[in-house]
């Protein structure tokens, strides 16, 4: 009971400085799109059908529009299993696993490559992230730091595996960041609500809606 | 697990965490006493010490006057550590848990301030330097701390293998959280420190 109630104290706390990040960014806001390639997008691939909440494809397209309206820099930074072996310590690990038992991106199918109709002339598109955290060995950090953006709004991935590592990356480099929840995939119920209700509340600024942007 | 390129990495086994009238003790304190943490700690390190397995400590920055003043942005985490002035230097709660105290021939990295104990630290090169691969973590908090190390591990190409029952969590569910969601994407494995003890340390 006590604990509940300190808990919830801290949150009012935090929430009562978070909207004050709102009101002082000067930077520019680049929005993260994470695996926004055909394996994870396709209503009827087998990334669907292991999903219990898929990222939609046509409400994505639609957000990025809107904020290449508000002039938001788009950064598609899609996973790229080349040169990844199976037998490496990061290969070994769960979700490497997964995609590579369901043969999701096999290199040179079409479905490894980004959907090209999520890309815009004016988007930057980073290669060859290797692992989770989409700013390991991607130069990310670099591309981020020439547009001077100091916010960051990730969609697209799988909330618990490139999300969470991308999130709470983009916070140690010091970047204000919020997840679109609604659009970001999820293996399962329990996955979403203890990524997106329980960890990432401690560790980001915003978990957001779509309909926060409106 | 091969001892001499195993570590042990202990992250922030602090008392304002870990004992009774620490800052976190209201909170945390439901998790410790559920998993037995601060016992299994000593285990785990007793064990490791025991095999020759590396012991390393990966702590939290201590609050002192202006050491958040280089970040534009606090998260949630950080935020409230400044605000409660958690691990204050110099203080009781800022330093380790008695019986966690590291012995000779331990390394303690230099502080991370927001959840990795790799960003911005010496760990990771000193890793490198001592020839490890295999990493065993342990300690404060399951989803936030631990978990960034662990993630930050497995990206630098550590095998990573996470203590379930020597965490602490600011709730159950924030454990149970990062056992069933998190751990299972960035660790290759979970296991208990009976079955640590269980296992082959060549």
């Known amino acids: 009971m006590i604990a509940r109630a300190v ?9 009562r400085e978070m909207r004050g990040y709102d009101v002082e960014t000067s930077g520019a806001t680049a929005v993260l799109v994470l695996s926004g390639q055909r394996a994870f997008l396709d209503e009827d691939g087998p990334w669907a059908d292991l999903c219990q909440h898929p990222v939609s494809l046509p409400a994505l397209r639609q957000f990025l529009d809107r904020c290449r309206n508000r002039d938001y820099h788009i950064v598609h930074v899609p996973l790229d299993l080349e040169d990844v072996a199976s037998t490496s310590a990061i290969g070994e690990t769960h979700f490497f696993r997964m995609i590579e038992d369901h043969g999701l991106l096999a290199p040179s199918s079409n479905s490894a490559k980004p959907a090209s109709d999520l890309i815009d002339v004016r988007d930057i598109v980073i290669p060859a992230r290797k692992g989770l955290n989409a700013f390991s060995g991607t130069g990310l950090h670099a591309h981020l730091k020439t547009i001077t953006a100091s916010r960051i709004i990730i969609v697209g991935g799988l909330v618990n595996a490139d999300v969470d590592s991308t999130a709470r990356m983009a916070v140690e480099l010091d970047y204000d960041v919020t997840i679109v929840a609604d659009l970001i995939a999820s293996l399962t119920d329990q996955d979403r609500k203890n990524t ?8 980001v600024g915003r978990v957001a809606s779509r309909s926060t942007f409106d | 697990m ?17 004992s009774p009238g620490g800052k976190g003790w209201l909170l945390n304190r439901a998790t410790i006493r559920a998993l037995d943490t601060n ?5 785990a390190l007793k064990h490791c010490r025991t095999q ?13 006057q202006g050491v958040y003043d280089r970040r534009r942005y ?3 985490s950080a935020y409230l550590a400044k605000v409660f002035r958690t691990f204050r230097q110099n203080s009781w709660g800022g330093r380790f848990r008695h019986a966690l105290q590291p012995q000779q021939g331990d390394f303690v990295a230099s502080e991370h301030l927001v959840s990795s104990g790799f960003v911005g630290t010496d760990l990771h090169g000193h890793l490198q330097s001592s020839g490890i691969s295999d990493l065993i973590l342990c300690g404060c908090l399951s989803n936030t701390c631990v978990e960034s190390t662990a993630r930050s591990a497995i990206e630098l190409g550590y095998r990573v293998t996470i203590l379930e029952d020597a965490l602490a ?11 069933v969601s998190g751990f299972a994407m960035c660790a290759h494995q979970v296991i208990s420190v009976d079955a640590l003890i269980e296992s082959e340390i060549a």
């Open chain 2, 2 to 18: 091969i001892a001499a390129q195993t570590a042990l990495v202990v992250i922030d086994p602090y008392n304002d965490f870990l």
């Open chain 1, 196 to 203: 997106l209700e329980i960890t990432l509340p401690r560790i």
């Open chain 2, 169 to 179: 969590a600011m709730s159950l569910a924030d454990h149970d959280a990062a056992i």
């Open chain 2, 39 to 43: 016992t299994n700690l000593e285990r």
């Open chain 1, 7 to 15: 808990n919830r104290f801290g949150q009012w706390l935090v929430t």
């Open chain 2, 52 to 64: 020759g397995v590396h012991v390393c400590y990966a702590p939290h920055a201590q609050f002192r």
């Open chain 2, 74 to 76: 606090l998260n949630p």
